[in-house]
């Protein structure tokens, strides 16, 4: 009976189990509405704010045939639209899956915050979503037709996940990341900002948040030097171009450290950025190939011309956003102790900022022709 | 058969704080400095918090009658408050590391978050592993506490231990259910532990320092019989 003891023991509270709890929570796939991506919008403004929140499922009718289809639902908090959203769905509704957050410019620039909390305390959500912020309205952006997807949720997903091949952007705009800056000291949060354009959806700028309200978008020529400035290990292309028929471009990898220094209660940036490319393209010297002098009259050429764009990025930043898109204060805390009270945004803009570019070219192809 | 639970449980948290390791890629130690930049009153005072971490160390003393290499006893005492520091500041480091000094104060698990950034493939998210392996350790953690339990109240009440067994276990089944939400347990446990955990440091160093002083003058006495 004791050797027969732990047996039974195991095997009843296996049954137990099965009696009470083994119908909830698993279904078939066809009665589940598996949501590839959501949207925000604010439909009315007054007397209470009222989102609109869509989420874009699959549809599997015919065999080896998958499109997507959108349902919204509307409500005064994003839990309300949830009841909303089932009222007109014929399935459950299944979190977690999703690839992509949407949200509008009306949502942006009121406060994203109530939204990211119920992002937080809710266990089932994904934390490696995609964030972005789109003009007008974010529901078109899902309803939005694209050939190589199943839906347009798919079709973002992709667009940011490989866009860190150029313009030096980073692969840091998830919600995980999200949380870690949104009330950091001295980091502020950057999203990539869509749109569509010629009936395309385009990565068109960056916008930028202070706190959690969007104060500004930066269209992606400037964002390129502000990528270049904030990110480390980014690839970008970089291009000295006299006029139409002179140009050299490189494209490489950059590498940054900051330093900070406070001098008489004034604060001191100094960023230094190695950049290390290949050469694509040349049409301005000739002897480039032979001649080690024209390599590094080129590099000195490159340094200079990136140096000025990044200084009127800089002056452009602590003139009219006002905002700290750099994460200077990031380092400034770090150096000087931290303390939750300060307005980062305003030292950064008073400081000044240094920034020391370096060139090297790396690798030359195959030839010139 | 406890110590084979142990050491299981061991080498599982030895592979979750190895795992964590992955998360160092991404970010960065600007989140951690500056360095001591609180000041030392206020580390002493966040380190009485962290005691509770070192709690059962004193059941040593119910075990050491049965070990059989009594010499070793001490350096195996050493290691393991080692092993327990060591432990902590990793855990404590990862979490700050990774969430940053503002979100880890937002959280009420820091560690699960950490877990959760640690993608393989198969796994959705790693953190329903972390889960498991936590359980487990809890489980073992009181599994030791109520054998040392019911160890003392045999010594003391002369009760046979199956009976104290039986007797103790509705008890310790029905009354955590009465902790509704982490709220509630937390204020409660924050109540209760500071005061048990200085009692049983004052209360071991009491006993080791009359042992100490006691057995010098004991073995003096029995010098002099002989």
């Known amino acids: 009976m004791k050797r027969y003891s732990l047996l039974i023991l195991s095997v009843s509270c296996i049954i137990l189990y099965l009696i009470f709890n083994s119908s909830e929570g698993n279904l ?285 990025f800089i002056y452009k930043m602590q003139n009219k956003y006002k905002v700290d898109c750099l994460e200077l204060g990031r380092v400034a805390a770090a150096t000087f102790g931290r303390n939750p009270e300060t307005d980062w945004d305003s030292i950064v803009c008073n400081s000044d900022i240094i920034v020391n570019v370096k060139v090297k070219v790396n690798n030359l192809g195959r030839g010139q022709f | 058969m406890l110590a084979t639970f142990a050491t299981i449980t061991f080498f599982l948290l030895c592979i979750i704080l190895v795992a964590s390791t992955v998360t160092f890629r991404t970010s960065s130690i600007l989140n951690l400095k500056p360095f001591f930049g609180a000041g030392v009153p206020k580390i002493l005072e966040g380190s009485i918090h962290s005691v509770f971490s070192y709690a059962n160390m004193e059941l040593l003393l119910i075990i050491y009658p049965y070990v059989e290499h009594k010499k070793d006893i001490l350096k195996a005492a050493l290691i393991s408050t080692l092993v327990i520091t060591l432990f902590l500041t990793w855990i404590v480091f990862t979490s700050i590391y990774f969430s940053g000094p503002d979100l880890v104060v937002k959280q009420l698990w820091p560690f699960s978050f950490v877990a959760e950034s640690f993608k393989i493939p198969v796994i959705n998210n790693f953190r329903y592993i972390d889960m498991v392996i936590w359980i487990t350790i809890a489980y073992k953690t009181v599994s030791i506490e109520f054998y040392a339990t019911t160890k003392i109240l045999n010594n003391i009440t002369k009760i046979k231990r199956k009976t104290i067994c039986f007797i103790l276990l509705p008890i310790i089944l029905i009354c955590p259910l009465f902790f509704e939400n982490e709220v509630m347990r937390r204020a409660f446990m924050g109540k209760i532990i500071p005061w048990i955990t200085l009692f049983n440091i004052a209360y071991v160093t009491l006993i080791a320092l009359l042992a100490f002083l006691i057995d010098k003058s004991k073995l003096k006495h029995i010098q002099k019989d002989n």
């Open chain 1, 28 to 312: 078939a796939i066809e009665k589940v509405d598996v949501c590839s991506g959501l949207s925000f919008d604010i439909v009315t403004n007054n007397p209470v704010k009222e989102y609109s929140v869509a989420g874009s499922v699959y549809i599997f009718i015919k065999k080896d045939e998958i499109s997507s289809g959108v349902i919204e639902g509307i409500g005064k908090n994003i839990a309300d639209t949830r009841a909303s959203r089932q009222i007109i769905s014929a399935k459950q509704y299944l979190l977690g899956l999703q690839k992509v957050f949407i949200f509008s410019e009306a949502v942006a620039t009121n406060g994203i915050k109530s939204i990211i909390d119920i992002m937080f305390s809710n266990q089932q959500m994904n934390d490696s979503t995609w964030n972005v912020v789109c003009k007008d309205k974010a529901i078109d952006m899902l309803k939005f037709k694209v050939i190589d997807f199943p839906s347009s949720a798919d079709h973002i997903d992709g667009m940011i996940e490989s866009s860190i091949e150029q313009n030096f952007m980073s692969s840091d705009y998830k919600v995980m990341d999200m949380f870690v800056r949104l009330d950091s000291e001295g980091r502020n949060l950057i999203l990539p900002y869509v749109e569509i354009i010629n009936n395309r959806i385009t990565l068109s700028g960056m916008s930028v948040f202070k706190k959690d309200k969007m104060v500004a978008t930066i269209p992606i020529e400037e964002a390129k030097y502000m990528n270049f400035l904030i990110n480390n290990k980014a690839k970008g292309t970089l291009t000295l171009q006299k006029d139409s028929s002179h140009l050299i471009s490189t494209y490489g990898n950059v590498n940054r450290k900051v330093h900070c220094k406070k001098i008489n209660g004034k604060y001191k940036f100094y960023i230094d950025l190695e950049f290390k490319g290949m050469v694509v393209n040349n049409t301005m010297y000739n002897d480039f190939m032979s001649n080690p002098k024209t390599v590094e009259k080129y590099t000195h050429e490159l340094e200079e011309e990136t140096k000025q764009r990044c200084y009127e």
